[in-house]
Nanobody, 129 residues
């Protein structure tokens, strides 16, 4: 069975750090482009960071310099290290694998009504001021 399992969310004060983990089963994470998304109530789905199978990384402007994406192929896991957290980082975070070479782009994550790639179950990150 193909699945992604996330862990590492929680509640922290502003300025704190969290590390999210996303472990794959049934497929090789390192052979897929992988993304970390977030969605807060009332907001659209946002691609926060991604890493290609070649190791090329992307960061959304608001997290540059604070978040770091990495992967451990031996553990079939992708990480998102989040430092200097801000209240506006509060959201449910999802990891996802690409579908036929593309990462999801849409208002809702995970997508509803359509199958696209593989998604984790989501993990809540809450940052208090």
């Amino acid at each position: 069975e193909v699945q992604l399992v996330e862990s590492g969310g929680g509640s922290v004060q502003a300025g704190g750090s969290l590390r999210l983990s996303c472990t794959g089963a049934g497929f090789v994470v390192g052979k897929r482009d992988m993304g970390w998304y977030r969605q807060a109530p009332g907001n659209e789905c946002e691609l926060v960071s991604s890493i290609t199978s070649a190791g090329v990384t992307y960061y959304e402007d608001s997290v540059k310099g604070r978040f770091t994406i990495s992967q451990d192929n031996a553990k079939n896991t992708v990480y998102l290290q989040m430092n200097s957290l801000k209240p506006e980082d509060t959201a449910t975070y999802y990891c996802a694998a690409e579908d036929e070479g593309s990462l999801w782009v849409g208002e809702q994550c995970p997508p509803s009504g359509t199958a696209f790639g593989y998604w984790g179950q989501g993990t809540q990150v809450t940052v208090s001021s």
